[in-house]
């Protein structure tokens, strides 16, 4: 139990206030820091980025726009058409440019492919990423297979595929890794799943986490985008914030069947980037970008890593397995989610994601997700310190009952 004053349980009430305006998402660090200016916030780590390419875009934003007359030109002028920009991420992604679909943002891939193919039933796994049941259409029957608590939410291939066979749906939706279990599906098991459901019109990866999850120690990325060009049926969806942090530039990408990407094209999605974001998948595409992003990479998935392991070594929390650049944590010693996460951001200005909302999930769930080094840090000691204190004051108050 954690014990909250009457002065933090004024400030939780008005952080419920803006979680019930914010929907589906958590408010962001600015709404929080605007209508609660009394609240120091120290580490968003409810925030899913890795800030050090944050810190690689910025730079070089900053070198090649902000310091040169190219940033007028970005503003002030229209940018390219879709099909234009995905012709930037061709070759890249070693796909043609007419199975590429460009996004302000994942989100609204994810709602322009729910919208116009998803015409009868989709299945979903939960917990995951709510848009994927919330976007469908009016008469769309959603399907829900919950993981397994017990199994560590990891997905069942022959079970999984058991069900898609019974229900026949025309979508299905895999988060790879799964938001906000981090769960992971390594390539084989993906490949074979698409061989067994080669019927279902519409399968749909999403890969918005895949460049923190790996195989081996190489940490070679393992994307399905390939098989793409073997399977017809198959959707990657791909957001560009949570690799970047460039959640405010609004840049996503999926690659998909030709036919697909002409009909999104075709009714309303043809110029729908802003000039900001074509400056960042011009930049993704550079050889000498990608050199100094992978070494960013890297460095933030061992740093993530270890943060996963102080956090899973403090008592009254059990750590779910994750190959995302963030985990899922259970509250075991009675606290709730609402007040842990309250008094994290009130007292130590610690910000993470409350998951009572999360719909697949039965108890106290918080998502931490890994920051710097330094903030990392952070993060752990203000855990550390908030289960402290109140495991003392709950040893105090039966002290005081007996």
Same mark, same amino acid.
């Given at each position: 139990?954690?014990?909250?004053t009457?002065?933090?349980?004024a ?5 419920k206030q803006?979680s019930d305006?914010?929907g589906?998402?958590?408010p962001?660090?600015?709404t929080i820091?605007?209508?609660l200016?009394q609240?120091?916030?120290?580490v968003?780590a409810?925030?899913?980025s890795?800030?050090?390419?944050t810190d690689?875009v910025l730079?070089n934003?900053t070198?090649?726009?902000i310091?040169?007359d ?10 390219s058409?879709?099909q234009?920009i995905?012709?930037v991420?061709s070759?890249?992604l070693?796909?043609?440019a007419?199975n590429i679909f460009?996004g302000?943002?994942?989100?609204e891939i994810?709602?322009?492919?729910l919208q116009n193919?998803?015409t009868?039933?989709i299945?979903?796994?939960i917990?995951t990423f ?5 976007f469908?259409k ?6 829900f297979?919950e993981?397994?608590?017990?199994d560590?939410?990891?997905i ?6 058991q ?6 749906p025309d979508t299905?939706v895999?988060?790879n890794?799964?938001?906000p279990s981090g769960?992971?599906?390594?390539l084989a098991?993906?490949k ?8 279902v ?5 999403d890969e ?15 994307s399905?985008t390939?098989m793409?060009?073997?399977f017809k $049926?198959l +959707? *990657? &969806?791909? =957001?560009?914030t ?5 959640a405010g530039i #609004?840049?996503g990408?999926a ?7 002409n009909?999104l094209?075709?009714?309303g ?8 974001a ?7 595409v550079?050889d000498?970008?990608q050199?100094?992003?992978?070494k960013v990479?890297?460095?933030?998935i061992?740093?993530?890593?270890h943060?996963?392991s102080e956090?899973?070594a403090i ?10 650049n963030?985990?899922l ?8 989610s609402?007040?842990f996460?309250s008094?994290?951001l009130?007292?130590y200005g610690?910000y993470i ?6 719909i ?6 918080v ?7 330094a903030e $990392?840090e +952070? *993060? &752990?000691? =203000?855990?550390k ?6 495991n003392? #004051?709950?040893n105090?108050r039966?002290?005081a009952?007996?």
């Open positions: 139990m954690i014990i909250l009457n002065e933090e349980k400030i939780v009430n008005a952080i803006l305006e914010a589906s998402h958590s962001s660090i600015f820091a605007e209508e200016p609240l120091e916030i120290k968003d409810c925030f899913l890795n800030p050090y390419a690689l730079d934003f070198k090649e726009l310091h040169t190219k940033f007028r030109k970005v503003i002030e002028f229209y940018p058409q879709n234009v995905a012709n991420l070759n890249h070693n796909v043609p007419k460009i302000n943002g994942a989100t994810i709602q322009a492919v193919f998803t009868r039933k299945i979903v796994n917990p709510s848009p994927y049941y919330e469908v009016s008469g769309v029957e959603v399907v297979e993981l397994n608590q017990d560590n939410l990891r069942n291939i022959e079970k999984y595929i069900l898609v066979e019974k229900e026949k299905i895999l988060i890794p799964n938001n769960g992971y599906i390594n098991d993906i074979y799943l698409l061989n067994q459901l080669w019927w019109e519409n399968i749909i990866i918005s986490f895949i460049h923190f999850a790996h195989e081996d120690e190489t940490y070679a990325i393992k399905a390939m793409t060009k073997e $049926n +959707i *990657i &969806v791909k =957001s560009m949570k690799d970047f942090g460039i #609004r840049a990408y690659v998909m069947d030709k036919e697909k990407v009909y094209l075709r009714y999605h043809l110029w729908n980037v802003s000039g900001l074509e400056y960042f998948f011009r930049l993704y550079q000498e970008f050199k100094k992003y992978e990479r890297i460095r933030y061992q740093e993530a890593k943060l996963f956090i899973a008592a009254g929390l059990k750590v779910y397995p994750s190959m995302a963030f985990i944590v259970e509250l075991t010693n009675g606290a709730t609402s007040d996460v008094k994290l009130i007292k610690v994601r409350d998951c009572s909302d999360k697949g999930l039965d108890g106290e769930f998502r931490i997700a890994s920051r710097t080094q $990392n +952070i *993060i &752990v000691s =203000s855990v310190d908030v289960l402290l204190n109140e003392i #004051r709950e105090l039966m002290l009952v007996a």
